[in-house]
């Protein structure tokens, strides 16, 4: 695990490199994608990786995961936590009304949203959880929804890291961890 300054957790690192797919010119020509799909398949892989991403959130009140398999990796989390599960959302896919946040991406523009009712965010620790830090633009435009709603965001916490992309160095100060950094 990778937390900035400290390096830990070889043997999390080596099973979720075992369990990683490597799918060349995807989506586009000259994308090595990193596919988890095979990770969050394997029973024994998804225990181990649920503990060690709930290591980084025990003071956390609820997790966000981010759409899609943050979604997987942060209800499972949650669940170890005994704490609740915030989805959010790209844009379009909630009933109004709703929080949004637009951020940019290589090839255009997307949006994060979250439900404006029915979940008071004020004052509550969240750790953010994902697959996979590229850029951290969707991890950044998460950060910055869930603290224009009040909330206070504490860490997050993802599966894989692209360091050669830079991401980490786009949410400082936030801190963040990761099980396998490449």
């Known amino acids: 695990m990778s937390d900035g300054a ?13 369990l990683m797919r490597d799918v060349p010119d995807f989506p586009e020509p000259g994308i090595q994608f990193k596919d988890l799909t095979p990770l969050l398949a394997d029973a024994h892989g998804l ?14 009140d609820l997790v966000a995961g981010i759409d ?3 979604f997987l990796l942060g209800a499972a989390v949650a669940l170890r ?4 599960v915030l989805a959010v959302r790209k844009g379009g896919k909630l009933p109004p009304p709703v929080h ?17 009712e029915g979940i008071e965010l004020a004052g509550r620790r969240i750790v953010i959880i994902d697959d996979v830090l590229a850029t951290g633009g969707t991890v950044a435009a998460t950060e910055k929804l869930l603290r224009h709603c009040g909330a206070r965001v504490e860490h997050a916490a993802v599966v894989l ?22």
Do not use: F, H
């Not at 225990?47 to 956390?60: C, F, G, I, P, R």
């Not at 890291?161 to 490449?182: A, D, F, W």
């Open 68 to 70: 899609a398999r943050g």
């Open 81 to 84: 936590l005994g704490t609740g």
């Open 47 to 60: 225990a181990k990786v649920t503990d060690a991403l709930a290591e980084t959130a025990q003071d956390a």
């Open 100 to 116: 949004s946040e637009t951020y940019q991406l290589e090839y255009g523009s997307a949006t994060l949203e979250l439900p404006a």
């Open 6 to 18: 400290a390096t830990a957790g070889k043997d999390i690192a080596t099973l979720v490199a075992s």
């Open 161 to 182: 890291e692209l360091t050669g992309l830079k991401g980490r160095e786009v949410l400082e100060p936030l801190p963040v961890t990761s099980l396998l950094t490449i």
